[in-house]
């Protein structure tokens, strides 16, 4: 089945908030079949299911003909709070969850290329595009940058700064032609499109999707923000008690289980040509199906689906959503504890 | 001639301004012959008079058993503002002048090791410990530690805080017992000493030196600051051309050329054994000799020493000095004209 250059732009642009720019998009589809797309991921924090958001979409683009690099990028964790001795163990933990969760949101397990950060941003001519570029960056521009993703509380350390150079940089030395991040990562984005033609280097895509809300009341899902999320290797039992925790207020659709189950069920769903079921007791009016991300909300905010129903629905679609990750790390209750001590 | 630990440490300290630690320089010299000693010298602004005190610092160490290291720091100079196409060619110009130098004032020439620092600030491993480092030392600190050193302005670059962790890098990398540097380096080597260790290295002893004043009235003596420098290719008219518009009061020893005259040419007509002799004409008392820095400034606050003739005495010693790295310059007009561009 081939797709057209409409589709494949369809395709890609659903489910994001910005595309810097559709112009230059629009232009790639039509003059590369295969172009390329990376989604980095820095070890700091347990994944949890907020990464199925921007595992979906990869995807996407691997349905529109694009090679997919995902970076896990270890160095970036580092410079980002991880203590380098955890290091390795953070790496093997992501090498595993990562790709794992890519197959399970149905990414095609053949087309995507892991890379590890420090096997090449050690190299010579990557670290001397480093120095360049951080001679034309101001500190002010950097901090700027990096303020929306690295933890930089009063007394930053320099590697925060150092951190968005770095990303921009590894555009060009992975290589790819777009870059897929939340929208969190705009000002890195931006940052990236503005600096790399001052090292001779093209601008690249930049595309950016919504961040899922967390389960409290504030802000995104996040591992920083404790009770906010779901880990990946999370059991049923637990994906249950941490929902019937969240903040899921009747009627009104803005909170971070109304996030998961638009962005990510009625996605899977609907690229199933499936509906989401929500297996609602019989006394309390039997089951409900859903067909759209309109029917789900209009539901939701007409107080016909009570948050009780649709944290059990949601409970049970996430629990399918991760079976096959816990599956790929079961035994290895050595390398979750040395890779995240307690 | 071996010389003992105390006279070698008496060689050690002259014309010094601080020593950190002198309990870890006696040790240091009680328990090698032949320890190492650094000097880096970043490839910016053209390499004037002032640089003379501290290669003749270095003659110092040499004769005290100390193998001698010159870093060229290329990189170094490139994160304080030379642009990097002319990376190269300013190397080509240090390379040639600072080794002119400091056998100009009685450095060992076989004594000497020069070192690139692009030859070695771009392994992995030099690079790995440049990530690690900037996850311990705060924007606030490193911008502290630079701000003596690298052109900061208004709205500084990331490479002016990336310059003070490799400073200390360095010496872990070169390696060496001692690093030598300016007044204006204090901070950096203060940095150096706080945050090697939380790398798992050994901090190192600091020296510095005084800085020479400018031929100004205010600052020290530096290529960036109009009319405060000689050229070290400055011939004799130039230099005279200079002094004579040069800040230097009578009775008022505290000016560049007083310090010119007590740091470099009263030392090294001392190691020689023989005076320094201004030829001042018969009929204004003729010729002057001094034997000792107390002598000469005696002379001079006592006005029995005017500035004029004080000016010609030590253009002429500059001129001697100076002649020798003329000499390995001539011809290479080409070279200067690449280095520094009009």
Redesign the interface.
Known sequence: MTLTTEERLKLIKRNTSEVLTEEELTNLLKTKQNPSVYMGTATTGRPHIGYIAWAQKLADFSKAGFKIKVLIAD?HG??D?TP?KLLNKRYEYYNIVIPAMIESVGGLKDNIELVRG?DYQ???EY??DL??M???????N??KAASDVVKMGD????????YP?MQALDEEYLPVDVQLGGVDQRKIMVLAREFLPKLGYQPRIEIMIPLIKGLTQDGKMSSSIQNSKIDLLDDLKTIQDKLKLAYCPEGNSENGIMDFAKIVIMTQKQDKDEEFIIDRPEKWGGPLKFKTVEELENAFVSKQLHPMDLKNGVAIEIDKLLAPIREKMKDREQLIEEAYPQ
Chains 1, 2 share one sequence.
Do not use: F, Q
Not at 134 to 140: A, G, K, L, Q, T
């Open positions: 160095i580092a410079l709070n380098w420090s050690l190299n010579k670290v001397m120095y360049k951080s001679s034309y960056v101001s500190v002010r950097s901090t007394n930053p350390m320099l590697s925060g700064l150092i150079l």
